[in-house]
């Protein structure tokens, strides 16, 4: 880890880059159960740990993302948010930022105790301190921005350019001009081509 990145994460926190995140099954906003390697797949993710509906900051940082989302869908890549809200109140802050992707509830604060992330400076609502993660395949954190602050936040540009080393990483077809990878696309080899055999 770069001195860098010990700015961005925090000194002391569990989220670093190369620590696999915990693969909990959560409810949803639909209120079924998702587990988060099941949704992610083999894709890029960006997961949010939010406050929760009675934070501005986190309105404001959801209502930026759906602006950013229709890049994330057609880059097939995930996102979701994870909050200690209910699912009500995870229902009316999605709305309310037009977010239309899944947002997961963690009420018994499972996380938030794992992973030491409570945020003791607001004993009312007991929220997670809200952290904005950039997750390589299997749940691998590739980066963490600690979002006490609003500046701590990831702008979808530093996003972006997360996004485009993380998939630089974990798609075999990144440089599709490689000669070995046209030669075994026209020898019928499409493994390691989109979508990677599923053809």
């Known amino acids: 880890m770069t001195s860098e990145d010990a700015d961005v994460v925090g000194s002391g926190s569990k989220l670093v880059p190369g620590a696999v995140f ?7 906003h639909d209120r079924k159960r998702h587990r988060l390697s ?8 960006i997961l949010i740990l939010s406050r929760g509906h009675f934070c501005p900051k986190d309105a404001r940082q959801h209502k930026i993302m759906a602006d950013f989302y229709p890049q994330i869908a057609v880059a097939y890549t995930k996102i979701v ?12 802050m999605r709305d309310s930022a037009g977010a239309p992707w899944l947002f997961l509830t963690d009420p018994q604060r499972s996380l938030q105790k794992e992973l030491g992330i409570q945020e003791y400076t607001d004993p009312h ?25 609003f500046w701590g936040r990831p702008s979808p540009w530093e996003l972006w350019q997360d996004l485009r080393e993380v998939s ?3 798609r075999p077809d990144w440089d ?5 990878l046209r030669a075994n696309f026209e020898q019928g080899d ?3 081509h989109w979508p990677y055999g599923r053809r």
């Open 176 to 180: 599709i001009t490689q000669p070995e």
């Open 22 to 28: 915990p693969d909990h099954e959560l409810t949803g």
């Open 38 to 45: 099941e949704i992610q797949g083999s894709d890029p993710m």
């Open 168 to 170: 630089r990483r974990i």
């Open 190 to 192: 499409k493994s390691r």
């Open 125 to 149: 609502h007991d929220p997670m301190i809200p952290h904005t993660l950039v997750l390589e395949s299997g749940l691998v954190i590739y980066k963490a921005y600690n979002g006490y602050w």
């Open 81 to 92: 948010t994870i909050s200690t809200d209910n699912v009500l109140e995870a229902n009316e």
